[in-house]
Structures are given as structure tokens and as C-alpha cells.
């Protein structure tokens, strides 16, 4: 055979037997997992109430010298304080609880994120309480 022909060399391939992956173990678990929905919940209720109250202090603004305030606003206005302070607890609870079992987890965006989510849950709640005046 010529030299200057390329001819193939035989090697030897090791196959290393591949690590068994991790069993992924998910962040929220069962008894997390209704807690969250109650923090759904809390959420969906103070969302839909503060829907209502923002549009009828905009239609007092709009309209100025009638008012829209009726017995029915103030006691929506009621639930949404009493809910709000209520729902604290559960989204404590939650966001340390998950905190704990999500903090050291490989996808560094979702952790940070999380905790951005967070840090805007406790300002929200802290704008909410100042609010009221408690």
C-alpha cells in the first residue's frame, strides 16, 4: 500500500455505562400543592374585588359631583381588607415552605425568578397593609 493513502487505524472504543439519572422530585408537593391552590384562591378573590373597586373610584373620579360609593362597595371593600390580611399567612407560609425545598435546585433562572416573585408578593402586601393602616 502506498504511504500517502489514508488508512484507517482501528480504535477502540470504551462505552462507559451512562449514570443513572436522578429521580426528578418536584418542588411543590402534595400537601404544597393545596396550599398554593388557597393562595390561587386568595389571589383570584382580592384580584376580582379590587377590579370592582378601582372601577367605581374611577367612575367617582369621572363623574365628581355624583358617587357610586354604595353600601354594597364598602362592604366589598371590607372583604378585600379581611381577605388580604387573611390570605397573608397562607402566602407565607407558601413562599417559605417552597423556598426551602427549591433553593438549591440546578435552574438558577426559575430560583431567581422565584424569589423575585416573592420579594413583589411581600411588597404587595406590604403596600397593603400601609394602605389600611394597620
Not at 36 to 49: E, I, K
Not at 54 to 77: D, E, K, Q
Request: glycine share 8%; net charge positive; with cysteine.
Amino acid at each position: 500500500m502506498d504511504s500517502s493513502s489514508p488508512v484507517p487505524v482501528p480504535g477502540v472504543v470504551v462505552r462507559r455505562a451512562a449514570k443513572p439519572a436522578k429521580p426528578y422530585v418536584p418542588a411543590i408537593g402534595p400537601r404544597l400543592r393545596v396550599l398554593l391552590l388557597a393562595v390561587f384562591g386568595v389571589f383570584a378573590v382580592l384580584a376580582a374585588t379590587g377590579v370592582y373597586l378601582s372601577a367605581v373610584s374611577m367612575l367617582n373620579w369621572s363623574r365628581a359631583p355624583l358617587s357610586y360609593t354604595t353600601a354594597f362597595s364598602l362592604w366589598v371593600f371590607l372583604g378585600h381588607v379581611v381577605v388580604g390580611v387573611v390570605g397573608t399567612l397562607p402566602f407565607l407560609a407558601f413562599g417559605l415552605v417552597h423556598w426551602k425545598t427549591a433553593h438549591h435546585r440546578e435552574n438558577r433562572v426559575a430560583v431567581r425568578l422565584g424569589v423575585l416573585l416573592f420579594l413583589a408578593g411581600l411588597l404587595i402586601c406590604g403596600t397593603g397593609f400601609a394602605l389600611v393602616q394597620l
